[in-house]
């Protein structure tokens, strides 16, 4: 299971341009504060480049914040226009005029979301922090607007009678319930105090965001001796090297962190002590006491969402977050995960003990520890399996698998085509952009991709939008992917783990049901989803990772070009399955993290992170202590600053859909384009245009079924 970061529909509504509003006089605070950007300012009109992106060469730091600044202003003033019609409500004279609301703000918005996530600095840094309180006063200005909400309210009371389209009905239920989980409905004086709350909590996203940058920049292994590399390649040790030349430690080596507990080399470092030097520089990265430590921001956002959710009239943060997911309320989340815990923990003590005894074999003289699992279960795979992964990397050229293993599944299923575009600007020389053709061969979109790890750069994968589709607006989509992959050294192929080819497969799914986005509305287009469904799409995209006739086209040796031999494809198809106890449990001891954070309620009070930390796995039955959580407390972007608090269940729950819906596709032929157009017409192209549970069972037949996941993932059959 890959993870990714959906971050403007999740962080930021899709319409960014509606979720601002009045506050007093606005029209006269606008005139005085529009000229704080300059008639010069690469944001002030709209790009006149293919699709409306950025023109990166244009656009300098200094321009954000006034263009976000004078954004705002505008969005106040023409929302204030619609909050105060003399006419009575209507569709036409609400919702219309707020969808249309705010060119300037979702234009460098987009941008500056992109570069503070991808290719940040200290002066993004600085803007992101400055301006997230004004971004959250904005929203609360629309969400908590009396006078604005009684007209959304009356066009909801009334919506059965006007018969609206299906697509604007479903908007109108939308924008009611946000309103209503907003606090739309509390008295002025719990208005207030929820405003002061919201402040807080989006300056305190924004500082632990920079707060974990610096710290996994900071906390990077220096290594001294080589020797201490002992079993990486050596070009991932020429990497290293390069690394710490570029960081002022010449004669040295370093290995920068990823966002994950585990990281990569420690599967290869035949070192102990450098893999526990590793392991826990990942581990203590942002628990260090200094300015980067992370755990008192963490603890001040877990009081005040259980404060705001105590507010709006919710027992905890998560039962008011979950209202408008799938799952609905905590206990279903919680009984869905109490139907996989016990098969991937019973699983995975199996393979520890697996790993024990090879351990003993070789009369390693010690107790199995987390930072020994991947260097160990790699061994235990060798053995069960005879897979090396430095046999497999010769086949993963990165090119190749973009070409001719996305691209070509995408084909295949979907009939687009891809041109890529080097007459278009980008903001890092590793970027690369592509234009999209629909089947007919008409203009579909603009695909930018980012693939190699960068220090200014956030953790993790994940996709987005810099221009979002919607008829209304007449655009089409720009869709950009990020990764973490590591860079070669100059003159070294890009060859990347089977591991990140899924990778890639995932965040093209994402990107697939942006780019087949065909609403009318921006709020319900592409991603703009629920959490537990968002990664349903993503996900189902890795299964053609493996799909032999995607996977015949893109697995071929970077030197020869000859296809991967048939004797080491079945070996990679025998360990599929291996290890999935471990990796399932580090999944659901995050998601569990996650829940029993932001199931505290108002009253109670965390003194201690790693204390509670560890109550809440043992808790939950997931402390294994071989098994660490994929992310601990204090790094976990997702939960504290990308939107997915008390989501995080969100790609187990979605893994079900995803399996549940290739399961389908293996019943009726597979890699066909008429399946392909089926599952674009019935999932990716419809959005949030109707309950997604039934866009779901439309196409499934039936209501979700948790035994195809955990078959998939070998832990045998659950209940359905």
Not at 452 to 459: A, I, L, P, S
Not at 481 to 488: D, L
Request: net charge negative; charged share 25%; aromatic share 12%.
């Amino acid at each position: 299971m890959k993870i990714s970061t959906i971050v403007s529909s999740l962080i930021i509504p899709a319409t960014i341009g509606i979720m601002l509003s009045s506050c007093g006089n606005n029209h006269k605070k606008y005139a005085e504060t529009k000229n704080l950007m300059s008639p010069n300012n690469p944001f002030a009109k709209p790009s006149t480049l293919p699709y409306q992106t950025a023109d990166f060469n244009a656009i300098k730091d200094s321009d954000f914040k006034p263009a976000i600044e004078e954004g705002i202003q505008e969005q106040m003033a023409e929302v204030e226009d619609i909050t105060n019609n003399p006419n009575p409500p209507t569709f036409e004279n609400t919702f219309l005029p707020l969808e249309q609301s705010g060119a300037l703000l979702r234009r460098v918005y987009g941008v500056f979301n992109l570069l503070s996530g991808a290719n940040t600095d200290s002066v993004l840094q600085k803007v992101s922090e400055d301006i997230a309180p004004d971004l959250s006063a904005a929203n609360d200005a629309i969400y908590l607007n009396t006078k604005l909400f009684k007209r959304v309210e009356a066009i909801y009371n009334m919506r059965e009678q006007m018969k609206y389209d299906s697509e604007s009905n479903r908007l109108v239920e939308y924008y009611y319930q946000k309103f209503i989980l907003s606090g739309a409905k509390l008295s002025d004086s719990d208005k207030v105090a929820l405003k002061k709350l919201n402040a807080e909590d989006a300056s305190l996203e924004a500082k632990f965001t920079n707060q974990l940058l610096a710290a996994a920049k900071a906390g990077a292994l220096v290594v001294d001796d080589k020797a201490e590399l002992a079993g990486l390649s050596d070009g991932e040790i020429t990497a290293a090297a390069e690394k710490a030349k570029a960081n002022g430690r010449p004669g040295k080596w370093m290995i920068s962190l990823h966002n994950t507990t585990q990281q990569p080399m420690l599967q290869s470092l035949s070192v102990r002590a450098t893999r526990q030097k590793l392991y826990e520089a990942s581990w203590n990265r942002a628990e260090k006491g200094d300015a980067n430590d992370t755990r008192p921001t963490i603890i001040r956002l877990a009081k005040l969402r259980a404060e705001k959710a105590k507010l709006i009239g919710f027992p905890n943060y998560a039962a008011l977050t979950l209202m408008d997911q799938m799952a609905k309320t905590p206990e279903t989340v919680e009984k869905f995960l109490g139907q996989v815990i016990p098969a991937a923990t019973t699983k995975a003590k199996e393979e520890a003990a697996e790993i024990q005894k090879l351990i003993d074999k070789q009369k390693g003289g010690f107790q199995l520890e987390p930072w020994d699992w991947n260097f160990y279960s790699e061994q235990v795979r060798k053995a069960k399996y005879d897979l090396d992964e430095s046999q497999i990397k010769p086949y993963f050229v990165l090119d190749s698998v973009l070409k001719n293993g996305v691209f070509y599944a995408a084909n295949k299923l979907y009939g687009i085509t891809f041109k890529e575009r080097k007459d278009l600007p980008v903001y890092n020389s590793d970027v690369r952009v592509f234009e999209i053709f629909d089947h007919d061969g008409s203009t579909l979109a603009l695909f930018y991709c980012d693939y190699f790890k960068r220090d200014n750069k956030n953790g993790g994968a994940w996709m987005d939008n810099l221009v979002g589709q919607s008829g209304l607006l007449a655009t089409k989509p720009v869709i950009y992917n990020i990764c973490n992959f590591a860079k070669p050294a100059p003159g070294e192929p890009a060859l990347i783990s089977f591991d990140d080819v899924t990778t890639m497969f995932h965040e093209f799914g994402h990107g697939l049901h942006g780019m087949f986005a065909n609403q009318k509305y921006l709020t319900l287009s592409g991603t703009a989803t629920a959490r537990d469904f968002v990664e349903f799409p993503s996900q189902f995209n890795e299964h053609w990772a493996s799909y032999p006739e995607v996977f015949n086209n893109y697995a071929k040796h970077y030197k020869t070009g000859a296809p991967m031999p048939q004797e080491l494809v079945d070996k990679i198809k025998k360990a599929a399955k291996f290890n999935g106890g471990y990796d399932f449990t580090e999944i659901l001891a995050a998601s569990e993290l996650d829940m029993q954070w932001h199931e505290l309620s108002a009253d109670k009070s965390v003194e201690n992170v790693d204390t509670f930390e560890l109550q809440a796995l043992r808790n939950t039955h997931l402390d294994l202590s071989q098994v660490p959580p994929r992310y601990r407390s204090s790094y976990f972007l997702h939960i504290w600053s990308n939107g997915y608090a008390s989501g995080y269940y969100a790609y187990t729950w979605t893994k079900m859909l995803d399996d549940d819906a290739f399961s389908w596709f293996q019943a009726h032929c597979g890699l066909t384009r008429e399946n392909g157009q089926r599952f674009r017409d019935m999932i990716l192209s419809r959005g949030n245009t109707k309950e997604l549970a039934t866009l779901f069972r439309n196409f499934y037949g039936s209501d979700p079924d948790i035994k195809p996941m955990l078959e998939d993932m070998g832990l045998g059959e659950g209940k359905k």
